[in-house]
């Protein structure tokens, strides 16, 4: 029972690089969701899915693109790294989105762009 | 802007004390409030969660007390254990939100000495 996997689990780039960030889930979740985790701020929204093809901006999208082609991956990217997305970055998701739905996070992305 | 303040920032108590976090909200539409519990290097997981029809609700040594006309509640840890070391989140929804999103507070480190 993997459950939700991401990868790759550290990851150190340059500023101005492209970088992608993986989550797969095994659970055939409809909805995903994408967190940045700094001190001082907690859990951040980045952007969500609520099926394959269909998703929409969080409270902290700028300088991210998400993409859904299939159920179970929601792939993150970070067109041009900047240091300010230095961060810890978590995929949840959740088998629907009714009240009292627990979310399952990943087990974290370390991003460190120089 | 954060929706949901949390405090404090970080906790020490000593093994078999009771570690209390606070939150406070704005938004009256906000029907559910879940706690997630963070170990190092791992993903938050649900603890408890909360309605605000119950004033309280207890599982093992974990309760949340909720206090609606504030706008407030709480997560009391009973007899404090090395074990429950870890990073507090609290959590608010809205019952309408389609998309299951959570606003989240900005986490409490909780340090149990032995």
């Known amino acids: 029972d993997a459950g939700i996997t991401q990868s790759p689990r550290y990851k150190i780039t340059e500023t101005g690089r492209q970088v992608t960030l993986m989550c797969h889930q095994t659970w055939s979740h409809s909805y995903m969701f994408w967190y940045r985790q700094d001190l001082g701020h907690g859990l951040r929204l980045i952007y969500y899915s609520a099926a394959a093809d269909i998703t929409d901006k969080g409270e902290v999208p700028d300088g991210y693109v998400v993409s859904r082609s299939k159920t179970e991956n929601f792939p993150l990217t970070l067109e041009s790294a900047t240091r300010s997305q230095t961060s810890v970055y978590f995929c949840?998701?959740?088998?629907?989105?009714?009240?009292?739905?627990?979310?399952?996070f990943g087990p974290g992305t370390r991003l460190l762009v120089l | 802007q954060q929706q949901v303040k949390q405090s404090p920032q970080s906790l020490i108590v000593q093994k078999g004390g009771i570690s209390i976090i606070n939150c406070a909200y704005e938004n009256t539409a906000f029907d559910y409030f879940p706690w997630y519990q963070q170990f190092p290097g791992k993903g938050p997981a649900l603890l408890i969660a909360?309605?605000?029809?119950?004033s309280e609700k207890k599982e093992g040594r974990f309760t949340i007390s909720f206090n609606k006309s504030a706008k407030q509640f709480s997560l009391h840890i009973m007899d404090s254990q090395p074990g429950d070391s870890a990073t507090y989140f609290c959590a608010a929804s809205k019952p309408r939100d389609s998309w299951g999103k959570f606003q989240f507070g900005a986490g409490t480190q909780v340090v149990v000495t032995p």
């Open positions: 909360i309605r605000p029809d119950v």
């Open positions: 949840a998701s959740s088998e629907s989105a009714g009240l009292q739905e627990t979310q399952y």
